[in-house]
Antibody, heavy 121, light 108 residues
Framework: EVQLVESGGGLVQPGRSLRLSCAASGFTFDDYAMHWVRQAPGKGLEWVSGISWNSGSIGYADSVKGRFTISRDNAKNSLYLQMNSLRAEDTALYYC??????????????WGQGTLVTVSS | EIVLTQSPATLSLSPGERATLSCGASQSVSSSYLAWYQQKPGLAPRLLIYDASSRATGIPDRFSGSGSGTDFTLTISRLEPEDFAVYYCQQYGSSPVTFGQGTKLEIK
């Protein structure tokens, strides 16, 4: 059974940093690209970042480019999102999502339950 | 980036009725690379349709997708009580992938 479990969310002040993690199991992690998708309270889905199976290709939404860094550790079956210079508009539930392909940029067949990030003073 | 516009924003129907949800793209979606997701309150999105018309594993055949270019449709042939949720379309034909703003399907 595929499982994606996010952690690391919480309340953080504007301008500070936070690191999210996603622990994957139930599939061959290094065969697939992975993504972070967020959902602000009461709003729709927004793709944040994606990373290919070998970290050779990475993409970011314009809204987070230069502030967020995605990474993965295939030995630990884990995905990460380092979020710096956080803003109030980054407040959202952050989902880890599995791509259907090794290269990022397709659709997502499994999602975690999400971890909530709240940016507020 | 490709902007996806879903209509209507809210659709009020009764169980047993047919639902038709639309997703329009600001430019042509390459190779019909369009997916549909269902999201219920407090839960993560669930993949329903990919490649515009292929059902994901375990999705009932009352769900169907169609369309190409800039106009796509998700049809639910006979609504079941568990189908009332928010539906999102997503294009993956060009980078960055983008989502529509969602259609809320509510019980009339």
């Amino acid at each position: 059974e595929v499982q994606l479990v996010e952690s690391g969310g919480g309340l953080v002040q504007p301008g500070r940093s936070l690191r999210l993690s996603c622990a994957a199991s139930g599939f061959t992690f290094d065969d697939y690209a992975m993504h972070w998708v967020r959902q602000a309270p009461g709003k729709g889905l927004e793709w944040v970042s994606g990373i290919s199976w070998n970290s050779g290709s990475i993409g970011y939404a314009d809204s987070v480019k230069g502030r967020f860094t995605i990474s993965r550790d295939n030995a630990k079956n884990s995905l990460y999102l380092q979020m710096n210079s956080l803003r109030a508009e980054d407040t959202a539930l952050y989902y880890c999502a599995k791509d259907v392909a090794a290269a990022h940029g397709y659709y997502f067949d499994y999602w975690g339950q999400g971890t909530l990030v709240t940016v507020s003073s | 980036e490709i902007v996806l516009t879903q209509s209507p924003a809210t659709l009020s129907l009764s169980p047993g009725e047919r639902a038709t949800l639309s997703c329009g793209a600001s430019q042509s979606v390459s190779s019909s690379y369009l997916a549909w997701y269902q999201q219920k309150p407090g839960l993560a999105p669930r993949l329903l349709i990919y490649d515009a018309s292929s059902r994901a594993t375990g999705i009932p055949d009352r769900f169907s997708g169609s369309g190409s270019g800039t106009d796509f449709t998700l049809t639910i042939s006979r609504l079941e009580p568990e189908d009332f949720a928010v539906y999102y379309c997503q294009q993956y034909g060009s980078s960055p992938v983008t989502f529509g703003q969602g259609t809320k399907l509510e019980i009339k």
